[in-house]
């Protein structure tokens, strides 16, 4: 079984900074794509930013130049830094790690909250 560990959310005002973070463990088992989603109540669950095994990174067009997604493969873990703030991105964020062997995992969910 997988689990994902996610922490560093919390309140910032608007232009400051968070880091999120999202440890994968439990069994054995090789990733492919790590990531970070994101949800508002009522919204559907956004596609923030992924980074690959190969290192490369896909952004939405909201957080580009803002938000940089990087992993530890040895870890297992994905980080999400988050700089710039803006109340917009206040949300539910969402670690998301897909395996090569194709499931998709997730975790419970961090809030980020940004006062403007």
């Known amino acids: 079984q997988v689990q994902l560990v996610e922490s560093g959310g919390g309140l910032v005002q608007a232009g400051g900074s968070l880091r999120l973070s999202c440890a994968a463990s439990?069994?054995?088992?090789?990733?492919?794509?790590m990531g970070w989603y994101r949800q508002v109540s009522g919204k559907q669950r956004e596609l923030v930013a992924r980074?690959?095994?190969?290192?490369?990174?896909y952004y939405a067009d909201s957080v580009k130049g803002r938000f940089t997604i990087s992993r530890d493969n040895a870890k297992k873990t994905v980080y999400l830094q988050m700089n710039s703030l803006k109340p917009e991105d206040t949300a539910v964020y969402y670690c998301?790690?897909?395996?090569?062997?194709?499931?998709?995992?997730w975790g419970k969910g961090t809030l980020v909250t940004v006062s403007s």
């Open positions: 998301n790690v897909v395996a090569v062997t194709g499931p998709n995992y």
């Open positions: 439990g069994s054995s088992f090789s990733i492919n794509a």
């Open positions: 980074i690959f095994s190969g290192g490369s990174a």
